[in-house]
C-alpha cells in the first residue's frame, strides 16, 4: 500500500507543486492521474519514488514512512521517467547487463537475461548501438525492457511525447502495457498522463490534478 497524508511539495517559497495531497493506492491498482502540463503529475511520482523531499506531510509503503525505505532490498519501484540515466557511450546490452550485475545477477546469466528481455521487447536489433545515439523513442523502449528485468511492487510510469509516427505510438504503448502487465498481478502501477486515452483498458482509477491539487477521482468500470 501507497499512502500520502496531506503532502505539500515546494520548489519555492511562493509556489507549491503539490499542496494537500492525501492518496491512498492499494495492491493491485492501476490508477492513472490525469491533467495538463504544471498541474502536479510528474511531482507526485518523484514524491512517490523518494526523489523529492516534501515540505509537510508523510508518504508510507505498506505503512512504512517513506524515509525508512530502502529501496534496494525493502520494496522494488521501478520509474519509468520522462529523462531516463543510462551509460550513453556503452551499448544497449550492456546496460541491461550492468543493471543485472548491480542487483546480483551471476555473471554467467547477465548476458542471457538481457538478450532474452531486447527479444521480449522487439528491440534485439538495438542490443549494439551505444544508448547515447538512439532517437527518444527507442530509449523509451530500452528504459521498458530494463524495468522488465526484474519483478516490481510498484511502477511509476511518467507521461511520454508520443509522437505523430503511428507506429511508434502503437508500439510504445505496447510495450508499456506489457510492462504493467508483467509478473506481479498486485503491483501498484500508477501513470501520469494528460489524458486516459489509450490506457482506458488498463485503468481502474483515474484521479485529475489541477494546480498541485487533487480536482476529483473516478473509479473505472474495469475495476
Not at 68 to 76: A, G, M, Q
Given at each position: 500500500?501507497?499512502?500520502?497524508?496531506?503532502?505539500?511539495?515546494?520548489?519555492?517559497?511562493?509556489?507549491?507543486?503539490?499542496?494537500?495531497?492525501?492518496?491512498?493506492?492499494?495492491?493491485g491498482?492501476?490508477?492513472?492521474?490525469?491533467?495538463?502540463?504544471?498541474?502536479?503529475?510528474?511531482?507526485?511520482?518523484?514524491?512517490?519514488?523518494?526523489?523529492?523531499?516534501?515540505?509537510?506531510?508523510?508518504?508510507?509503503?505498506?505503512?512504512?514512512?517513506?524515509?525508512?525505505?530502502?529501496?534496494?532490498?525493502?520494496?522494488?519501484?521501478?520509474?519509468?521517467?520522462?529523462?531516463?540515466?543510462?551509460?550513453?557511450?556503452?551499448?544497449?546490452?550492456?546496460?541491461?547487463?550492468?543493471?543485472?550485475?548491480?542487483?546480483?545477477?551471476?555473471?554467467?546469466?547477465?548476458?542471457?537475461?538481457?538478450?532474452?528481455?531486447?527479444?521480449?521487447?522487439?528491440?534485439?536489433?538495438?542490443k549494439?548501438?551505444?544508448?547515447?545515439?538512439?532517437?527518444?523513442?527507442?530509449?523509451?523502449?530500452?528504459?521498458?525492457?530494463?524495468?522488465?528485468?526484474?519483478?516490481?511492487?510498484?511502477?511509476l510510469?511518467?507521461?511520454?511525447?508520443?509522437?505523430?509516427?503511428?507506429?511508434?505510438?502503437?508500439?510504445?504503448?505496447?510495450?508499456?502495457?506489457?510492462?504493467?502487465?508483467?509478473?506481479h498481478?498486485?503491483?501498484?502501477?500508477?501513470?501520469?498522463?494528460?489524458?486516459?486515452?489509450?490506457?482506458?483498458?488498463?485503468?481502474n482509477?483515474?484521479?485529475?490534478?489541477?494546480?498541485?491539487?487533487?480536482?476529483?477521482?473516478?473509479?473505472?468500470?474495469?475495476?
Amino acid at each position: 500500500m501507497i499512502e500520502l497524508k496531506n503532502v505539500y511539495l515546494g520548489y519555492n517559497k511562493e509556489y507549491y507543486a503539490l499542496f494537500d495531497i492525501n492518496l491512498k493506492f492499494q495492491k493491485g491498482d492501476r490508477a492513472i492521474i490525469v491533467g495538463e502540463n504544471g498541474s502536479g503529475k510528474t511531482s507526485l511520482l518523484r514524491v512517490i519514488a523518494g526523489l523529492e523531499n516534501v515540505q509537510k506531510g508523510e508518504v508510507y509503503i505498506d505503512n512504512t514512512p517513506l524515509k525508512n525505505i530502502d529501496f534496494s532490498k525493502d520494496v522494488s519501484l521501478g520509474y519509468l521517467s520522462s529523462k531516463p540515466i543510462f551509460y550513453e557511450n556503452k551499448t544497449v546490452l550492456k546496460n541491461l547487463m550492468w543493471a543485472l550485475k548491480i542487483r546480483g545477477e551471476e555473471k554467467e546469466k547477465q548476458e542471457e537475461k538481457a538478450l532474452a528481455v531486447l527479444k521480449e521487447y522487439d528491440i534485439e536489433h538495438l542490443k549494439d548501438e551505444k544508448v547515447g545515439r538512439l532517437c527518444k523513442s527507442d530509449r523509451r523502449l530500452v528504459q521498458i525492457a530494463r524495468l522488465a528485468l526484474r519483478p516490481l511492487d510498484i511502477l511509476l510510469c511518467d507521461e511520454f511525447d508520443l509522437q505523430d509516427n503511428t507506429q511508434i505510438t502503437e508500439d510504445m504503448i505496447k510495450a508499456q502495457k506489457k510492462l504493467i502487465d508483467a509478473e506481479h498481478k498486485d503491483k501498484i502501477v500508477i501513470i501520469a498522463c494528460e489524458n486516459v486515452g489509450c490506457f482506458k483498458d488498463t485503468i481502474n482509477r483515474e484521479i485529475k490534478m489541477v494546480s498541485g491539487s487533487i480536482e476529483k477521482e473516478n473509479e473505472s468500470e474495469q475495476k
